[in-house]
T-cell receptor
Framework: EDKVVQSPLSLVVHEGDTVTLNCSYE??????LLWYKQEKKAPTFLFMLTSSGIEKKSGRLSSILDKKELSSILNITATQTGDSAIYLC??????????FGAGTTVTVRA | ETGVTQTPRHLVMGMTNKKSLKCEQH?????MYWYKQSAKKPLELMFVYNFKEQTENNSVPSRFSPECPNSSHLFLHLHTLQPEDSALYLC?????????????FGPGTRLTVL
């Protein structure tokens, strides 16, 4: 059975800090790993990482895929209160299904 | 606005009620999904529809009944639910055949079963 584990489950930081979120996975036929941000209701797409695109960056957010270690990290630099959210990691196992981790709740205090 | 809408946004129902959740996607996608999100748990995939055909049913109890009349609309019919069914129900859509599965989510329906 596919498995996606995120750590930590939650963390609290102050504005300006850098956070690193972890996602490890065990899937049968890895195709891609996706990061989502969920603030109030709908998870919104951040990045997709594949064998041909193992590093992505957008503004203060960046993500790296380590296929050897079967893991990914999501970095947020110079955090702002608007970064407070649940960050979800999901893995696409070539079966058009996404397996999600439990998420990491990030709280950024002013 | 993500292009995926869900109604109602909040629903409170008794265990003997029958209600339906509605999802509509305006993205021209051909696959739609129902997920259940409970506190501190991973999103649980419930149903998958590809080209209006149900291709996945993750051992969901029969008190949840999906319906997909066309590729833009997806319903989840609810009857005789239990209090443990209280959760956020998320709908998502994606375009299959692209070689990757980027799913776009709706805002969800917060369901409370009394």
């Amino acid at each position: 059975e596919d498995k996606v584990v995120q750590s930590p489950l939650s963390l609290v930081v102050h504005e300006g800090d850098t956070v690193t979120l972890n996602c490890s996975y065990e899937v049968t036929n890895f195709r891609s790993l996706l990061w989502y941000k969920q603030e109030k209701k709908a998870p919104t797409f951040l990045f997709m990482l594949t064998s041909s695109g193992i590093e992505k960056k957008s503004g203060r957010l960046s993500s790296i895929l380590d296929k050897k270690e079967l893991s990914s990290i999501l970095n947020i630099t110079a955090t702002q209160t608007g970064d407070s959210a649940i960050y979800l990691c999901a893995v696409d196992d070539d079966d058009y299904k996404l397996s999600f981790g439990a998420g990491t709740t990030v709280t950024v205090r002013a | 606005e993500t292009g995926v809408t869900q109604t109602p946004r909040h629903l409170v129902m008794g265990m003997t009620n029958k209600k339906s959740l509605k999802c509509e996607q305006h993205l021209g996608h051909n696959a739609m999904y129902w997920y259940k999100q409970s506190a501190k748990k991973p999103l649980e995939l419930m149903f998958v529809y590809n080209f209006k055909e149900q291709t996945e049913n993750n051992s969901v109890p029969s008190r949840f009944s999906p319906e997909c009349p066309n590729s833009s609309h997806l319903f989840l019919h609810l009857h005789t639910l239990q209090p443990e069914d209280s959760a956020l129900y998320l709908c998502a859509s994606s375009q299959e055949g692209l070689g990757y599965n980027e799913q776009f989510f709706g805002p969800g329906t917060r369901l409370t079963v009394l």
